[in-house]
């Protein structure tokens, strides 16, 4: 859906499965782009209960890049390296530039924990 002539908002969605999960809980990750200088983007994480016919929102994963820094996120499920049973881990990597023109990186942990 356009918003000017020169960029335009976009998402798409990305099925993941069940993740390491109950096997009637699968997932799907939504990508939303907005395409100009500075603006940030995000993965949005849900989850279907194909059992009980629910969907859940699970956590938004922010991105963003800039002159001044940027933020990327990575999720951990209980099928990956370093995954745990019943537990989502949100990794935010953060990356920017002090009032002293350091980079300073940071990292941070989120863990929620699913019980479907």
Do not use: H
Not at 15 to 35: Q, R
Not at 40 to 69: F, H
Not at 91 to 108: M, Q
Request: proline share 4%.
């Amino acid at each position: 859906m356009p918003e000017s002539p020169s960029f335009s908002y976009s998402m798409r969605s990305e099925y993941l499965g069940n993740k390491g999960f109950n096997k009637s809980i699968v997932f799907f990750k939504i990508s939303f782009i907005y395409e100009a200088c500075d603006y940030p983007i995000a993965d949005v994480l849900i989850a279907t209960d194909l059992k009980n016919k629910k969907i859940y929102y699970v956590l938004e994963a922010p991105k963003s890049s800039s002159e001044t820094g940027s933020v990327f996120s990575s999720i951990v499920f209980p099928k990956d390296i370093n995954g745990k049973s019943n537990q989502i881990k949100l990794i935010i990597d953060i990356e920017y530039t002090n009032d002293k023109g350091e980079i300073v990186k940071e990292k941070k942990t989120e863990i929620y924990k699913f019980d479907g």
